[in-house]
């Protein structure tokens, strides 16, 4: 089949740049592996609910119109709002096509997938920064015994085996899974890196409400001394829930959750820690300091004081004595959950553009190196929000838009109206 342009990934942000082309005239195709949002269907676990409330659940031409504004989508209605999305314009989604090679030859890609070849002008990869777990190589080294999992593969504490848990990192996933988890009943020993920490709720207003205010989330890709750095922050520890109850290290402490520092590896039955807890827990109550401090200034500025709670600032953790090592097998511990991140898969691409280390070098989206390549649903890609759902529409209004342009140029230089 020929086409001007392929998408692979029926997330949000293939759908996103589905409904910009849609609306640009350009005729594409959507390939998807299973059906429209499947990542969210079979790769979350059964009580996740979305970090963002349901009013910022906006995609290009359509948002959430329901009863719950400040409520959190589950990941059923996640799907769901999805494949309305996607009918709302008539998405072409293939679905159940497996991609298993692209290349390029002549200027055109050519994609070898279940369901046949796809050859097109553009290819849009938007299959997001969250396709296979991030494990680090300390995992080969765990007690054999141990029973090792990922978020992407865990539903519930059920899964488990008996016995308690080793929770590796602490961000969203991280700290939600040990309550979880300990909540079932299994002793739980979270091992903490590098975080960021943020209440749910700050003088009564969401968090996520502050930063839609304060543009924070709009930052652009751009105005980044080290993009790498910021590209690689750690997602906030915040669970989704209309009470505001924050998910953290202090409500794990409170609970009962052992608290260790980095995980440094396994030296046969022991786990053992860098030390670097008091440190961790000391920047992330820095960073958190400074925002609320810019939301107070920001509120002040705009006369809001005598519409909001006062100021306040979250208690710390207590984070006493630094755990070297623990014993896993005296600790009752039978299993590992990997909760340190995810990164993205291009294995299925046959390009030059890929790096050794599976990553591939873009400004802002635009793949360099490889015209009519782009990417879709990275972290800071474009903006902050490159990997929320509310804000694939920015990135995909800006390269659909450019994608365009070079379709364009590429005609005038078929037709010879420009040379070279």
Not at 182 to 188: A, K, L, Q, T
Not at 298 to 316: F, K, V
């Amino acid at each position: 089949m020929d086409t001007t342009a392929v998408i692979v990934g029926a997330g949000q942000a293939g759908l996103a740049m589905s409904s910009c082309l849609t609306r640009r005239g350009i005729d594409h195709v959507v390939l998807e592996r299973g059906r429209i949002g499947e990542r969210w269907q079979s790769e979350r676990w059964d009580s996740l609910q979305l970090l963002t409330p349901n009013w910022m659940t906006r995609l290009p031409g359509f948002r959430y119109d329901g009863p719950d504004p400040d409520g959190f989508m589950t990941m059923p209605e996640v799907a769901a709002f999805f494949r309305a999305y996607a009918q709302s314009f008539s998405a072409p989604v293939i679905g159940d096509t497996t991609v298993f090679g692209v290349t390029k030859n002549n200027g055109r890609f050519e994609l070898q997938t279940s369901t046949g070849t796809y050859r097109s002008r553009f290819l849009v990869a938007a299959t997001g920064a969250s396709a296979t777990p991030n494990i680090p190589a300390a995992a080969s080294d765990a007690p054999s015994r141990l029973d090792q999992t990922t978020p992407k593969f865990y539903q519930r504490p059920e899964q488990l085996p008996d016995g308690g848990v080793l929770v590796v990192g602490a961000s969203a996933s991280g700290i939600q899974l040990a309550r979880e988890i300990h909540e079932s009943g299994r002793p739980v020993t979270i091992a903490v890196g590098g975080h960021t920490r943020l209440p749910r709720r700050y003088r009564g207003v969401d968090i996520h409400q502050w930063f839609d205010w304060m543009g924070t989330l709009d930052r652009t890709y751009d105005t980044f001394d080290d993009l790498g750095a910021a590209r690689s922050e750690p997602s906030l520890q915040l669970v989704g829930t209309v009470e505001g109850r924050n998910v953290d290290l202090v409500e794990l402490e409170r609970i009962g959750v052992r608290i260790a520092g980095r995980l440094q590896g396994f030296d046969g039955e022991r786990a053992t820690f860098d030390g670097s807890l008091r440190r961790s827990v000391a920047e992330a109550d820095d960073g958190q300091a400074r925002l609320l401090a810019r939301i107070d200034r920001w509120a002040t500025e705009h006369g809001l004081d005598a519409e909001l709670d006062a100021p306040h600032r979250p208690a710390s953790l207590a984070a006493g004595r630094e755990i070297p090592d623990l014993d896993l097998r005296a600790a009752g511990i039978s299993s590992v959950m990997w909760a340190t991140g995810y990164r993205p898969d291009y294995s299925w691409m046959s390009l030059p553009v890929v790096r050794p280390d599976g990553g591939i070098d873009h400004d802002g989206g635009v793949v360099t190196g490889c015209p009519g390549l782009y990417l879709m649903g990275l972290p800071l890609m474009r903006t902050r929000k490159s990997t929320y759902i509310d804000g694939v529409a920015a990135d995909a209004e800006y390269l659909s838009g450019h994608l365009s342009g070079r379709l364009g140029l590429d005609e005038l230089v078929t037709s010879g109206t420009v040379s070279g």
